[in-house]
């Protein structure tokens, strides 16, 4: 069965500070990979897809990135955090073209 | 524009009533898919229901069942015999055909709390 890891499940960074967040996806081939924020009580943002290996679709031009160095793993950083970089995080995949996306446990981060 | 509207930004329900959430969608899409999304307060993501653009029947899966109204572009899912356990952010989302169905919009989500 297909199970999705994403962590570490809560992270406190000062301001200024690099990121690494590590989603991995096993059990499946060639999923489309997604990275999602979520501020306090708000809705979901899109941040990052990736439909393959390389190949990453940004849809918020800030001081994050994401890259995918393997089929099954998707990873967002950033060089330098900002207050507003705070929120829960989730990682997600699908596969197929009318499929729902699965969801990982989530990373709240906290940046002070 | 938003692509998803999701309008209540929190709404009660008496347990055991029935209860409405709205979603409005925005695209000009023929082929597209509408979901749900439920978030406890543990944070996990948990999908409801899925309705297919050409699909003529409403979806529905065992208390949730999703009003699609394709000329009104709004896809409302509705909770029946609401329990406890339903409080919770609910969250609407959509994949349209002109993202070759790689992306996944989501609204700003409903609160719903059921009170006992």
């Known amino acids: 069965s297909q199970t999705i890891h994403q962590w570490p499940a809560t992270l406190v960074q000062p301001v200024g500070s690099p990121l690494s967040l590590e989603c991995t996806v096993e059990?499946?081939?060639?999923?489309?990979l997604y990275w999602y924020r979520q501020a306090a009580g708000r809705g979901l943002q899109l941040l990052f897809y990736?439909?393959?290996?390389?190949?990453i679709s940004s849809e918020v031009p800030q001081n994050l990135s994401a890259s995918r160095p393997q089929d099954r793993q998707f990873i967002l950083s950033s060089k330098k955090l900002l207050l507003s970089d705070s929120g829960f995080y989730l990682c997600?995949?699908?596969?197929?073209?009318?499929?729902?996306?699965?969801f990982g446990s989530g990373t709240q981060l906290s940046v002070l | 524009a938003q692509k998803i509207t999701q309008t209540q930004p929190g709404m009660f329900v008496q347990e055991k009533e029935a209860v409405t959430l709205d979603c409005t969608y925005d695209?000009?899409?023929?082929?597209?898919?509408l979901f749900w999304y439920k978030q406890p307060s543990s944070g996990e993501m948990i999908f409801l229901i899925y309705?297919?653009?050409?699909?003529?029947q409403n979806a529905t899966e065992g208390r949730y069942s999703l009003n699609f109204q394709k000329a009104r572009k709004s896809a409302n899912l509705v909770i029946s015999a609401s329990q406890l356990g339903d409080s919770a952010m609910y969250f609407c989302?959509?994949?349209?055909?002109?993202?070759?169905?790689?992306?996944?919009?989501f609204g700003t989500g409903t609160k719903l709390q059921v009170i006992p």
């Open positions: 059990g499946t081939s060639n999923p489309n």
């Open positions: 695209t000009s899409d023929q082929s597209y898919g």
């Open positions: 989302a959509m994949r349209e055909a002109s993202t070759g169905y790689q992306k996944v919009t």
């Open positions: 990736s439909v393959g290996i390389g190949q």
């Open positions: 997600a995949w699908s596969v197929g073209l009318h499929e729902k996306l699965f």
């Open positions: 309705q297919g653009s050409y699909d003529e």
